[in-house]
């Protein structure tokens, strides 16, 4: 059973960063496919970041030159460096991971079978 447990959320005003953090166990991160994904109440749940077993990374448009994705495959943790956050970027964010399909898009919630339970982020103007 794959578990994963973000954190690092919080609070900041507009312009400023956070790094997340999502622990893996029962699983580890140099095999999979790993992702973040954030969501708003009422819309639905859109992918940011994700990152292949080779180290492939794909973003959304939204966030490119903002976000950095990465993970240490020793400490099985998944990071998320965010800067230069806009309130728009307000939203909880969630880490998936599963097994590698050729095709994936890496930014598609139906691809992943394993979730965290989501950690806040909100950015004040």
């Known amino acids: 059973q794959v578990q994963l447990v973000e954190s690092g959320g919080g609070s900041v005003q507009a312009g400023g960063s956070l790094r997340l953090s999502c622990a893996a166990s029962?699983?580890?991160?140099?095999?999979?496919?790993v992702a973040w994904f954030r969501q708003v109440p009422g819309k639905e749940r859109e992918g940011v970041a994700g990152i292949d077993s080779n180290g492939y990374t794909r973003y959304a448009d939204s966030v490119k030159g903002r976000f950095t994705i990465s993970k240490d495959n020793a400490k099985n943790t998944l990071y998320l460096q965010m800067n230069s956050l806009k309130p728009e970027d307000t939203a909880t964010y969630y880490c998936?991971?599963?097994?590698?399909?050729?095709?994936?898009?890496?930014?598609?919630?139906?691809?992943?079978?394993?979730w965290g339970q989501g950690t806040q982020v909100t950015v004040s103007s």
């Open positions: 998936a991971a599963d097994g590698c399909e050729w095709g994936w898009t890496l930014l598609r919630p139906a691809e992943f079978r394993y």
């Open positions: 029962g699983s580890t991160y140099s095999r999979n496919c």
